[in-house]
């Protein structure tokens, strides 16, 4: 019976060592992403890291760790991720639930430096501000069936400005511009705003129009609206969360909205001439100037309320085009962003 029992032990352990093994590499198979449609960080795993430490990184709460979990249904185990694999860290509200407080002393240490990338699939939409209007291709004159607005499936034609060609087969930018002028301290900003309205590929060509056919529409499209090259930009951010300071203001939101929230895309008075670069992570902050304690020789001047974080998505040589990541309170334009 002795001799039975110690004969049947080693087999014991090769089976328990292959079902640990098997989960190990059940729990480490990489999930999938859907970069063309999710908007958020994809960060890859590294030696230390913890959903506890993760959290406090990406949500400054380590009580957000469940729902981190939550949104990660491939790791089995909270206490046991993997280095290699890649989470996900969304942008939208319904993903985060709220927690209940766990036990500190149940997650492991703290975690190296972290280098989140961040995807924003719609980067091909966002609008930008210029010193000059970009150069229009050609001015849209009506609707193939004489709709006022204009929707993705439509055929438009187009009149040729001269300043460039519309090829057939070729994608296009369908745009509008309009005026951005603000006084920003001792300074006066001014450029162009341009909002891009639809994707539209040229269909053909002929001597006096183009027709092309809208693909794809993020606004409606109108007669007069003009015609530009497709202004392609990468929808993969390499994040910097602690860059030089800027002292810059939002200008406006990209539809002239009084506040400016969470995931809202705005505009700031500094661009790449300032070294602001796509990736940045910048807070925003509101004067307090108006609610000193004391007024007259002994006032008080009140540190600026920390408002939020935006994230700048795209850059020209005097603006930038960002999104607002996170608000605390409202945020409007003529805050500040350091």
């Known amino acids: 019976m002795s001799q039975q029992k110690t004969s049947i032990l ?11 093994y098997a989960s190990q590499v059940q729990a480490q198979a990489p999930e999938s992403f859907d970069t063309g ?17 993760l959290s406090q990184k990406f949500y400054d709460s380590q009580w957000e ?24 860290v969304y942008l939208k509200p319904e993903a985060r639930q709220e927690q209940q407080p766990v036990e500190k002393a149940a997650i492991p240490a703290p975690v190296p430096e972290i280098t989140p990338k961040f995807n924003y699939p719609a980067i091909d939409r966002i609008g930008f501000i210029k010193k ?7 001015t849209i004159i009506r609707e193939k069936d004489g709709n006022q607005m204009m929707s993705a499936n439509d055929t438009i034609y187009i009149k040729p400005s001269g300043a460039g060609e519309l090829k ?15 006084d920003v301290g001792d300074d006066r900003f001014k450029g162009v705003k341009h909002i891009l309205k639809a994707e539209v590929h040229i269909l053909e060509n002929k001597k006096t129009f183009a027709v092309g056919l809208i693909k794809d529409a993020f606004r409606d499209a109108t007669v007069g609206d003009q015609i530009m090259p497709f202004y392609h930009r990468d929808t993969m951010l390499s994040v910097q969360e602690a860059p030089a300071p800027i002292d810059a203001v939002i200008l406006c939101s990209e539809d002239n909205a009084l506040m400016v929230n969470d995931y809202v895309i705005a505009f700031i008075n500094k661009g790449e001439n300032h070294d602001v670069k796509p990736g940045q992570i910048y807070s925003v902050l509101q004067s307090q100037d108006k609610r000193s304690f004391f007024d007259g020789a002994d006032a008080i001047v009140l ?4 408002s939020g974080k935006l994230i700048v998505l795209h850059t020209e040589d005097i ?20």
Request: charged fraction near 25%; proline fraction near 8%; hydrophobic fraction near 35%.
């Open 10 to 20: 080693p087999i014991r352990i090769l089976v328990c060592f292959f079902l640990v």
């Open 37 to 53: 449609h999710d908007a958020g960080f994809y960060y890859t795993i590294q030696k230390g890291d913890t959903l506890w430490d």
């Open 65 to 88: 760790w469940p729902g981190l979990w939550e949104m990660n249904r491939d790791i089995k185990n909270p206490h046991w991720i993997y280095p290699g694999n890649k989470i996900r």
């Open 132 to 138: 000059a209007r970009v150069d229009s291709l050609g």
């Open 168 to 182: 057939p087969g070729e994608r296009y930018h369908i745009f509008t511009t309009e005026p951005v002028t603000e």
């Open 303 to 306: 540190d600026p309320l920390d």
């Open 319 to 338: 603006s930038s085009t960002v999104m607002i990541l996170s608000s605390k309170r409202d945020i409007h334009p003529g805050d500040m962003v350091n």
